[in-house]
């Protein structure tokens, strides 16, 4: 009996199953901290135009 790989038995595909190096609760976890940073530099980083919007507006005023 041969058997392809990534092929079931009824002929269709199967996903291959994931294994993962940590637990998924530390992963969450993690995925939640990444998150947040990106979240916290999106404000800095609009704030950091409004603010060299408002500077630049006084220069040209």
């Not at 530390?26 to 990444?34: L, Q, V, Y």
Request: proline residues 3%; glycine residues 12%.
């Amino acid at each position: 009996m041969t058997l392809a790989v990534g092929i079931g038995m009824g002929g269709g595909k199967i996903k291959p199953i994931e294994y993962f190096d940590k637990p998924l609760t530390e992963i969450k976890k993690e995925s939640e901290k990444e998150k947040e940073i990106n979240e916290k530099e999106s404000v800095l980083t609009e704030e950091g135009m409004m603010n060299g919007m408002k500077k630049l507006n006084n220069i040209i005023y």
